[in-house]
């Protein structure tokens, strides 16, 4: 079975600029997460899909952060304009119920 | 919200010895507490989770205790292996939470051979 995989593994873009981080679950998964985990720091929760629906977006910073998961299938995070604090690993997870598997994450930096 | 804690923030142990790490947590309704080992440059991948229905539970080298009433739970690593050494987060979920879990900061466990 393929696991979550995530695209691209690294980003380095300016302030300022767009970035666009993609998911793909493993098939057949429901729910999928999106979690952050910024140097040194503990992995945050940022939001969490069922299908197309959000289920929770509390942990979203603020509205630069846009999450879509169009047809249930994978998904994107898009930053927009990005800030330096947005550096970081961002972390995919996808679950057909409680136990959660990660892809390997993007390490953004933002410079 | 919930909270978690996560000690120690790093933790060195001799091959074959054992390593034990251990978490908090605020948030009495939390039920499932999954244990992830993240090797460098690699995906967090799950190694052992428990419920709030049980006291322990083991895999070969690995266990994991909760205590409901002082809300902690622990990590046990027995025969330690160079393999071993990675990064370990504790994590919870609470009841009625969407399965949106809550990580300590992390343990860098080293085994030294």
């Known amino acids: 079975e393929a696991g979550v995989t995530q695209f691209p593994s690294h980003s380095v873009i300016e302030k300022g600029q767009t970035v666009t981080l993609r998911c793909d679950p493993i098939s057949g998964h429901d729910n999928l997460y999106w979690y952050r985990r910024v140097m040194g720091k503990e992995i945050k929760f940022l939001l969490h899909?069922?299908?197309?629906?959000?289920?929770?977006e509390s942990g979203m910073p603020n509205n630069r952060f846009l999450a879509e998961r169009t047809g249930g299938t994978y998904s994107t995070l898009k930053v927009q304009p990005a800030e330096l604090e947005d550096s970081g690993v961002y972390f995919c997870a996808s679950s057909p119920g409680t136990t959660q598997y990660f892809g390997p994450g993007t390490r953004l930096t933002v410079l | 919200g919930e909270n978690v804690e996560q000690h120690p923030s790093t933790l060195s142990v001799q091959e074959g010895d054992s390593a034990v790490i251990k978490c908090t947590y605020s948030d009495s309704a939390s039920n499932y507490f999954p244990w992830y080992k993240q090797e460098l440059g690699k995906r967090p991948q799950l190694i052992i989770d428990i419920r709030s229905n049980v006291g322990e539970k083991k895999d070969q080298r690995i266990a994991v205790t909760l205590n409901k009433t002082a809300k902690h739970f622990s990590l046990h690593i027995t025969e330690t292996q160079p393999e071993d050494s990675a990064v370990y987060f504790c994590a919870a979920e609470g009841r009625g939470s969407n399965y949106k879990l809550t990580f300590g900061k992390g343990t860098l466990l080293t085994v030294n051979p």
């Open positions: 899909f069922v299908k197309e629906s959000k289920q929770d």
